[in-house]
Each structure stands twice: as C-alpha cells, then as structure tokens.
C-alpha cells in the first residue's frame, strides 16, 4: 500500500489553512523544532522518522519509520490566551478522526491522551516559544503489537493493532488537521467552553480513582476551565496515575 506523506500526496487533501506551509522531511530528531516564530500560523511539519521524538514531561516518543502520524502545527493564540486547553483541543481533533476511521467511541485521558479501548493511541504536546505554541501530535496508525513500545507507562495502541486495517496515513492527517482548526478557531473565539461538550463527554477519568500531584481522590471529570476535578478540587496540571 502506498502510504506517504509527502506534500504531492497530502496537500491536494487539504481543505483549509492548517497545513499551509507544510514541511516533510524523511527524519529529524523531532518535528517540534522544524517550525519556529517566523513561520504562519497553521503552518506543519511531518516526519516519517524521528530520531528523538519527545513527549510530554520529557518522555521519549517513538514510532518504526513510516508506521505512525509524526506532525507539528504552528499555532498563534492571543498574549493571555490559557494555552494549557490546547492539547485537549488538539486531543478531541484527532479522538474525532480516530472515532471516525474505527467507529469505536475514543476517550480524553486529561491532559493529552487519546485512548481507545484503555489504550493510548495518540499523544499530543504543546510547548510554548518565542510567542509560539508548537503543537505536537503523535498518532500510531500500521504499528504492529510488536512494533509499540515495550516500556510505555500506559499500554500502547496502533489504529492496525485495536481492527487490523493497515491504513494510508495522508486522509487521516488531512482529517486531523482539519479538525484541528476548526476547533482550535472555536476555541480562539469563544474559549474552552466552545469546544467543551466533545471533550467532557469523552472524558476517560471521569469516575476512575487516580493520584495527581500526590493527592488521591476520584475524577470528577473537567471543570470549565480545563482543569481535572479530583474529589471537587481543581487540578492544573499533572501526571495522573490511575489507583
Ligand atoms: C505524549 O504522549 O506525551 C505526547 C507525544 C507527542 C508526540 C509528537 S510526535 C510529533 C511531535 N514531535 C515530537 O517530538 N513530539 C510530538
């Protein structure tokens, strides 16, 4: 199966402004560094291979050359703006794209998981630059079992590995970024409530009991403002363990 991502093939599939520019490389240590200030908003970078791709919390990212959905997008929300809601808004983009391609329901792990069957498979990261957010999206699509990583602190899925399908990548990223903004543009006008009703309801913790920032509790789901409720109380930000 012809499954490239390069610009030939997935730049006739783009519909709006996300993925203008868009940038390819074969490999790079990550894609988050291929995009900077001076680049438009919307603007992408994708790999087919990264040699250090990263994750949140300094964790590594990793995925065999040419199997997963390796891509960064340029995004320039306003000074003041509470960027730490855009990796739910670019979770709900790509749990819509998965939840479209698998007709399975696809949960948000808070804060940047995308779950299928109490797996991960999708990760996002927004890290703020120079007046930039640079939003990563690690998607695992034709991995097979023994192709995910061994050593993930959340047990790993592929698209191939939850119904077996090996897929051509270039529809689902174009999928994806569309979603991406236009999620990421109702959010830019009416805030995190605009988007809240996709996340919330795909909420995976809401009930589970958990430990974040070394309190205990059970997940009471989101609070308007992006934040996880652990018995009422408002968490910003964290590593969630499930108890
Ligand atoms: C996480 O699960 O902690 C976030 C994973 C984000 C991975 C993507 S892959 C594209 C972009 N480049 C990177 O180095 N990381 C992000």
């Known amino acids: 199966m012809s499954c490239s991502l390069a610009p030939g093939v997935v730049e006739p599939l783009l519909s709006g402004r996300f993925g203008r520019d868009y940038r390819y490389v074969e490999e790079t240590e990550s894609t988050q560094a291929l995009l900077g200030p001076d680049d438009p908003e919307g603007a992408v970078a994708v790999a087919e291979h990264q040699t250090a791709g990263r994750g949140r919390l ?4 990793a995925a065999p050359p040419g199997t997963a959905i390796t891509a960064s997008v340029l995004l320039r929300p306003a000074a003041g703006a509470p960027i730490q809601q855009l990796s739910l808004v670019g979770g709900l983009a790509v749990a819509e794209t998965v939840e479209a391609v698998l007709d399975l329901s696809v949960q948000l792990k808070w804060p940047n998981d995308v779950m299928v069957d109490r797996r991960k498979v999708a990760g996002i990261l927004a890290e703020a630059r120079d007046g930039i957010i640079v939003l990563g999206i690690g998607l695992n699509v034709n991995q097979t079992r023994d ?5 993930a602190r959340i047990p790993p899925a592929s698209l191939r590995t939850v119904d077996g399908v090996e897929r051509n990548r270039a529809p689902l990223l174009a999928d994806v970024l569309e979603r991406l903004e236009r999620h990421y543009d109702a959010w830019t006008a009416g805030g995190l409530d605009a988007v809240f009703d996709g ?23 989101l609070d308007r403002a992006g934040r996880l409720l652990v018995d009422g109380r408002p968490v910003e930000s964290g590593e969630v363990e499930l108890v």
């Open 147 to 151: 192709r995910l990583p061994l050593d």
């Open 58 to 61: 300094g964790r590594r990212w």
């Open 199 to 221: 996340i919330g309801s795909r909420d995976f913790l809401r009930g589970r009991r958990v430990r974040v920032e070394g309190a205990e509790g059970v997940a009471g789901g």
